[in-house]
T-cell receptor
Framework: SQQGEEDPQALSIQEGENATMNCSYK?????LQWYRQNSGRGLVHLILIRSNEREKHSGRLRVTLDTSKKSSSLLITASRAADTASYFC??????????FGQGTTLQVKP | SQTIHQWPATLVQPVGSPLSLECTVE??????LYWYRQAAGRGLQLLFYSVGIGQISSEVPQNLSASRPQDRQFILSSKKLLLSDSGFYLCAWSSQGPTGELFFGEGSRLTVL
């Protein structure tokens, strides 16, 4: 399977701390995307990083991509209670479709 | 701006009953449309995608079908629901092809009893 695998499955931190989530995948990719899902809601696109990029920033989000290790990380700095959600990585692989991982559930305690 | 609407938000249906979930996109033309299913605490499974009216690709064999009667309308159906059809169904659209950024609806939670 070329599905992305997020690690950890669950993460609990205090407000103000940084949260790091990792994603590993199995086949070569053209791009990797991160999405956020609040409980019971649809997914919201956060960031897309292409295979020729190593790092990308968007506000308090920082995404890195290491194609040699087939892994990506999502860092949320100075977390807030409102960041509580599930975070998914999605890879395109060579199927021509996005494949989503199982997600990391982040809880930020006020 | 583009918006996506999905309904109903919640549905409780008996086994063997029919299903119809609807999704419409506004503010864009000829979008790629997708139906995903999410089991509790799990990732998303792609069920169907469509690149145009009447063009439907099925990803997994199942008890469901999809139709695209209009450019911006995508419908998920079943003639007879199974218990295993319970889940959270998400409609999404993209303008950049199946591996580009996806825009999701708010989801439809289906419980089959």
């Amino acid at each position: 399977s070329q599905q992305g695998e997020e690690d950890p499955q669950a993460l609990s931190i205090q407000e103000g701390e940084n949260a790091t989530m990792n994603c590993s995948y199995k086949t070569s990719i053209n791009n990797l995307q991160w999405y956020r899902q609040n409980s019971g809601r649809g997914l919201v696109h956060l960031i897309l990083i292409r295979s020729n990029e190593r790092e990308k920033h968007s506000g308090r989000l920082r995404v890195t991509l290491d194609t040699s290790k087939k892994s990506s990380s999502l860092l949320i700095t100075a977390s807030r209670a409102a960041d509580t959600a599930s975070y998914f990585c999605a890879t395109d692989g060579n199927t021509g479709k996005l494949i989503f991982g199982q997600g990391t559930t982040l809880q930020v305690k006020p | 701006s583009q918006t996506i609407h999905q309904w109903p938000a919640t549905l409780v249906q008996p086994v063997g009953s029919p299903l119809s979930l609807e999704c419409t996109v506004e503010g864009t033309s000829n979008p790629n449309l997708y139906w995903y299913r999410q089991a509790a605490g799990r990732g998303l499974q792609l069920l169907f995608y469509s690149v145009g009216i009447g063009q439907i690709s099925s990803e997994v064999p199942q008890n469901l079908s999809a139709s695209r009667p209009q450019d911006r309308q995508f419908i998920l159906s079943s003639k007879k629901l199974l218990l295993s059809d319970s889940g959270f169904y998400l409609c999404a659209w993209s303008s950049q092809g199946p591996t580009g950024e996806l825009f999701f609806g708010e989801g439809s939670r289906l419980t089959v009893l």
